[in-house]
T-cell receptor
């Protein structure tokens, strides 16, 4: 099993450009999450999804959008890139039951906005 | 609101010595607590969790954690550190509700010296 796959691994964007960060999992997990990791700040939840067609905002959703058309895929969209969105982005997934399942993480997308 | 705190940005220990990485939490209700490890340029990997039961939880790579309700702590421990344990460690708590969203601490960098 590949687990959680994120593409691309690295990207440099110019201010105002848009892009989509891809995330796919092959574990049939219903729950999926997007985080950003900034130095000394831990991980902050951007958006999450409890199943296909259902998404909700996390702690830091501004400037991002998501969709969940299938169980496997959970892309994150940046519409108008800003320097404050320079970060490392992680996608994760987990089983639904029982409660307290560990999350499985991809290896991240390192995004720089100049 | 649920929260976790990791009071040490960095912990240094000599190889072969015991190590402790500290975590305290604040939750309403019973806590679901997790430890994750992050190696350079990789996503987070699950180490162990506490949901209920024995206060001493054993996890991957010889790590264990002790749940202490009176001190609201969940410290990560290992009897004998290895150089290969050097990494970034995150404590996390389940956010509650009907999803498994996690709130992460800011992370502690563990350096094990030969």
């Amino acid at each position: 099993n590949a687990g959680v796959t994120q593409t691309p691994k690295f990207r440099i964007l110019k201010i105002g450009q848009s892009m989509t960060l891809q995330c796919a999992q092959d574990m049939n997990h219903n729950y999926m999450y997007w985080y950003r990791q900034d130095p000394g700040m831990g991980l902050k939840l951007i958006y999450y999804s409890v199943g296909a067609g259902i998404t909700d905002k996390g702690e830091v959703p501004n400037g991002y959008n998501v969709s969940r058309s299938t169980t496997e895929d959970f892309p994150l969209r940046l519409e108008l890139a800003a320097p404050s969105q320079t970060s490392v982005y992680f996608c994760a997934s987990s089983l639904t039951v029982p409660q307290g399942q560990p999350q499985h993480f991809g290896d991240g997308t390192r995004l720089s906005i100049l | 609101a649920q929260s976790v705190a990791q009071p040490e940005d960095q912990v240094n220990v000599a190889e072969g010595n015991p190590l402790t990485v500290k975590c305290t939490y604040s939750v309403s209700g019973n806590p679901y607590l997790f430890w994750y490890v992050q190696y350079p340029n990789r996503g987070l990997q699950f180490l162990l969790k506490y949901i209920t039961g024995d206060n001493l939880v054993k996890g991957s790579y010889g790590f264990e954690a002790e749940f202490n309700k009176s001190q609201t702590s969940f410290h990560l421990k290992k009897p004998s550190a290895l150089v290969s344990d050097s990494a970034l460690y995150f404590c996390a708590v389940r956010d509650g509700g009907n999803t498994d969203k996690l709130i992460f601490g800011t992370g502690t960098r563990l350096q094990v010296f030969p």
